[in-house]
C-alpha cells in the first residue's frame, strides 16, 4: 500500500494538511505537498544518519508541525518513532531515552538544553537534531545538528519503501513497579479496527481536525494520525490555553477533535461574555477520553456545543479504543464507557481465571480486549507483556461490569493508577521519589476526588522516627524528582500505613474517606 501523506500529495497537493496559528505573528501553514517535502527531506537527512527500518527515531518537543512531519518521516523509513514526553524531568527523561535504545533524536529548541545535559549518560543516542530554533551553545562536535541539516536533504521520498509491519510506534506507560514500559505498535497497511472506528463515527477527508492534547499521548497522535489518512486538515496548538483553543475552533471551523476532561472544563467554564465571541457551531465530532467526563460536565458541554457532537471511547495506549458511547447514550446511560467499538470483542474474567457472563454491577470482572488494534509488545518487558494476555485477549487491569444491553462500566481498578487531567500517573514512581527525602520512612500514593483535574494526587506520609517535615517542604522536594504533573497537591502524614497479612499496603483503606459518596472513578485512553 502506497504512503497515504505521498498520495494525498498528488491528489490534493494544494490542500492545507497543518496550521500552527499561535495567535501572533503569521501562522505556519503547510500545504500536503509542502508536508510531504518536508518529511521526505527529514526522512532523508535521517537515513544519512544511518536510520533505517526498524531503527529508533526519538522526538521530543510540544505540538508543532515538525512532530508532524517526523512521525510521516520515521514511517517512510520504516523506522519506529519514540515519543518522549517533553514535561519530564532530565532524570525520567534519561530512562526513557536509553531504555527505547533510540539511535537519534529530533528535539525541540526548548527541550534541547536538556538532552546537551545528558550527552554523556545516553551513550546509544548519537546524534539530534534541533528543530525551531538553535542548538544550545557548548553542545559541542557537531552532536546536535540544525534545521539546515534536514534543508539540505533531499525532497523526494526515500529510495526503499519500507515492508509493512516494520514501521512501528514507542509510546512509554508505567506499570504497577513504577519503571516506565516502552508499549510498542506496529503500523499494517489496513488496521480493520480502526477502519470501523472511522466508519461509526463518521468522519469525512473535509473535517477539520485539532489537537486538544500534547501529541506524546496515544489518543492525540493516533486520532490525528486517522485525520491525516484522510487527507483532513490539522490544526496544531502548541500548548493549551482555553481562550485560545475557542478561537481556532471558530477562525478554522474545526469540526473534530479529541480531548480530556480537564481542558473542556476550562472552557466550558470560561464567562459567558468570552464563549459568546466565538462561534462553536462547527463542532461535529469531539470524542471524550482520557479520563472520565462526569455528568455534570457533560451537561456543561452540552449547553455550549451542538449535542450530537459528543462521543466518548474508552481504552488504553496498549489496547487501542475498545469502547464507544454515542451521542444518544451520553445522557440514557450514565456512568456507561459504551459498547465494544467496531472490530473489538471484550470479555470480562474474574480472579480465578473464569470468564464473567452475569449482568450487572454484581458481576465484575477484569476487562480483557481482543482486536487489530492491540499493541505487540512491550520493549524488553516480555514479562510483563506475558502476564497482561489470556491467548490474543489483552488488559490493562480495569475492572468492569455489562448491562443488559451490552453497555459496559469501568468500577474499579486492578491497578492503582491516577488519571489526573488526562495524564496518567504511577503511585510507585511517586512513592520511590518521595521516599529519597531523609526524612520519609514510607509513602502510600493515590488518587483523591478533584472536580477541575478528575483526580488528584494525595500523599500519605511515615516519618523516621524523630525526624520533622512539613507538606510544602515535601512539595518542594518532589519538584526536583518529578514532572508537574506527579507532585503531590496534598499531603498528609499518619503514624503508620494499614496493611494485609501479607505486608502489602491497603490503599482502598487509605482512599475510602476521600471517595465516600462519589462513587468509584474509571480510566479511558
Known amino acids: 500500500m502506497p504512503d497515504l501523506l505521498t498520495t494525498h500529495a498528488q491528489n490534493q497537493p494544494d490542500k492545507l494538511a497543518v496550521i500552527d496559528d499561535r495567535g501572533s505573528g503569521e501562522p505556519v501553514r503547510w500545504t500536503y505537498r509542502e508536508l510531504e517535502e518536508r518529511s521526505n527531506r527529514l526522512a532523508n537527512a535521517l537515513a544519512s544518519l544511518g536510520i533505517g527500518a526498524g531503527d529508533k527515531v526519538l522526538w521530543c518537543g510540544p505540538n508543532s508541525p515538525e512532530v508532524v512531519a517526523v512521525i510521516a518521516a520515521t514511517r517512510k523509513l520504516g523506522a519506529v518513532a519514540v515519543a518522549v514526553n517533553y514535561r519530564l524531568t532530565a532524570d525520567e527523561a534519561k530512562y526513557v531515552i536509553a531504555h527505547s535504545d533510540a539511535a537519534v533524536g529530533y528535539v525541540d529548541a526548548e527541550q534541547a538544553p536538556m538532552f546537551a545535559g545528558l550527552r554523556g549518560e545516553v551513550a546509544r543516542l548519537r546524534q539530534v ?11 559541542g562536535d557537531g552532536w546536535m545538528l540544525g534545521a539546515d541539516f534536514v534543508a539540505a536533504a533531499s525532497a523526494d521520498p526515500p529510495a526503499d519503501e519500507p515492508e509493512e509491519g516494520v514501521a512501528g510506534t514507542m509510546i512509554f506507560t508505567s506499570g504497577t513497579t513504577g519503571r516506565p514500559k516502552g508499549a510498542v505498535r506496529r503500523m499494517r497497511a489496513a488496521d480493520a479496527t480502526a477502519i470501523g472506528l472511522i466508519m461509526l463515527i463518521g468522519y469525512t477527508p473535509d473535517d477539520v481536525y485539532m489537537t486538544s492534547g500534547p501529541l506524546y499521548h496515544s489518543g492525540p497522535w493516533g486520532f490525528m494520525g486517522g485525520a491525516l489518512a484522510l487527507g483532513q486538515t ?6 493549551f490555553d482555553a481562550e485560545d483553543w475557542l478561537r481556532l475552533v471558530a477562525t478554522y471551523r474545526v469540526s473534530s477533535t479529541f480531548a480530556a476532561p480537564a481542558p473542556i472544563r476550562m472552557v466550558c467554564n470560561l464567562p459567558g461574555e468570552v464563549k459568546a465571541r466565538y462561534d462553536r457551531s462547527s463542532m461535529k465530532r469531539m470524542i471524550a477520553n482520557a479520563a472520565p467526563w462526569s455528568m455534570a460536565l457533560k451537561h456543561q458541554y452540552l449547553a455550549d456545543f451542538p449535542p450530537e457532537s459528543l462521543w466518548e471511547v474508552y481504552g488504553s495506549t496498549e489496547l487501542g479504543v475498545n469502547c464507544v458511547l454515542e451521542p444518544a447514550d451520553q445522557l440514557r446511560k450514565p456512568g456507561s464507557c459504551g459498547k465494544a467499538a467496531p472490530g473489538v470483542e471484550i470479555r470480562l ?6 470468564e464473567v457472563t452475569g449482568i450487572g454491577p454484581d458481576h465484575p470482572g477484569e476487562l480483557f480486549a481482543r482486536s487489530t488494534g492491540v499493541f505487540d509488545e512491550y520493549y524488553k518487558q516480555q514479562d510483563s507483556y506475558e502476564s497482561a494476555r489470556r491467548g490474543d485477549f489483552h488488559t490493562v487491569g480495569d475492572i468492569a461490569y455489562r448491562d443488559e444491553e451490552g453497555y459496559f462500566y469501568i468500577c474499579d481498578r486492578k491497578s492503582d493508577m491516577i488519571i489526573t487531567g488526562g495524564m496518567n ?21 493515590f488518587g483523591i476526588p478533584s472536580e477541575d483535574w478528575g483526580e488528584a494526587v494525595h500523599a500519605e506520609v511515615v516519618l523516621r522516627p524523630g525526624a520533622s517535615l512539613t507538606a510544602e517542604d515535601l512539595v518542594a522536594f518532589s519538584r526536583e524528582h518529578l514532572a508537574s ?3 503531590p497537591r496534598s499531603v498528609s502524614f499518619i503514624a503508620e500505613l494499614p496493611r494485609t497479612g501479607s505486608g502489602k499496603v491497603l490503599k482502598r483503606t487509605l482512599r475510602a474517606p476521600y471517595w465516600a459518596g462519589q462513587g468509584a472513578a474509571s480510566p479511558s485512553i
Request: hydrophobic share 50%; proline share 6%.
Open 485 to 487: 504533573y506527579k507532585i
Open 234 to 239: 490539522v490544526i496544531v496548538q502548541r500548548k
Open 349 to 354: 474474567f474474574d480472579a480465578a481465571g473464569a
Open 425 to 445: 500517573v504511577y503511585p510507585a514512581e511517586i512513592e520511590a521519589a518521595l521516599e529519597q527525602h531523609a526524612a520519609v520512612y514510607e509513602a502510600a500514593v
Open 129 to 139: 537534531i534541533v528543530y525551531g530554533g538553535d542548538p544550545p551553545a557548548g553542545a
